[in-house]
T-cell receptor, first 114, second 110 residues
Framework: EAAVTQSPRSKVAVTGGKVTLSCHQT?????MYWYRQDTGHGLRLIHY???????EKGDIPDGYKASRPSQENFSLILELASLSQTAVYFC?????????????FGPGTRLLVL | GQQVQQSPASLVLQEGENAELQCNFS?????MQWFYQRPEGSLVSLFY???GTKQSGRLTSTTVIKERRSSLHISSSQITDSGTYLC????????????FGAGTRLKVIA
């Protein structure tokens, strides 16, 4: 089974501080994604990547940067955390850009910005 | 407007009852997926169902492309079915950027 891990699992950050969320997958998948989920809402795509050293903007990229230093690792960076970025963040990976390819999700990171 | 709308927003079932969850899309549909989010938050894929009917155990998904809708039928519900059911569709053909619905929160009680 595909394995996607995230760290940290939860974090409290201060407004204006820098936050880095990490994601690691062990399945040799090409595609990786970062989503955020707000209470009572579905997932929204922040950034994604289809190859190492390259990232693409998703639907809500403002306030976030992403980094894909290797095929296995994909980070989400909040340079200046804001209250509105309090949410649960999910990382996912998939084998290729085929519609039928399942996205495998990490356990999520709960971020609270104070 | 919202491209993916799910109904009902929430649902409470007695154990053993059946449920039908709906997903409607505002744009043309070429594929969709159903996901299950456990109460503690983790997500798993249930079905990739571009059209027609697929079944897995007590779960049946039916997608009608022309009508831009998909349904998820849960039969003989169990307490362990509790959680949130999310549907998602890709924005365009060949596009792996998925748009998610807000989900249906299901609670099954004894």
């Amino acid at each position: 089974e595909a394995a996607v891990t995230q760290s940290p699992r939860s974090k409290v950050a201060v407004t204006g501080g820098k936050v880095t969320l990490s994601c690691h997958q062990t399945n040799n998948h090409d595609y990786m994604y970062w989503y955020r989920q707000d209470t009572g809402h579905g997932l929204r795509l922040i950034h994604y990547s289809y190859v190492a050293d390259s990232t693409e903007k998703g639907d809500i990229p403002d306030g976030y940067k992403a980094s894909r230093p290797s095929q296995e690792n994909f980070s989400l960076i909040l340079e200046l955390a804001s209250l509105s970025q309090t949410a649960v963040y999910f990382c996912a990976s998939s084998d290729a850009a085929q519609l039928q390819d399942t996205q495998y999700f990490g356990p999520g990171t709960r971020l609270l910005v104070l | 407007g919202q491209q993916v709308q799910q109904s009902p927003a929430s649902l409470v079932l007695q154990e053993g009852e059946n449920a039908e969850l709906q997903c409607n899309f505002s744009t043309s549909l070429n594929s969709m997926q159903w996901f299950y989010q456990r109460p503690e938050g983790s997500l798993v894929s249930l079905f990739y169902n571009p059209s027609g009917t697929k079944q897995s155990g007590r779960l049946t998904s039916t997608t009608v492309i022309k009508e831009r809708r998909s349904s998820l039928h849960i039969s003989s519900s169990q307490i362990t079915d509790s959680g949130t059911y999310l549907c998602a569709m890709p924005l365009n053909t060949g596009n792996y950027k998925y748009v998610f619905g807000a989900g249906t929160r299901l609670k099954v009680i004894a």
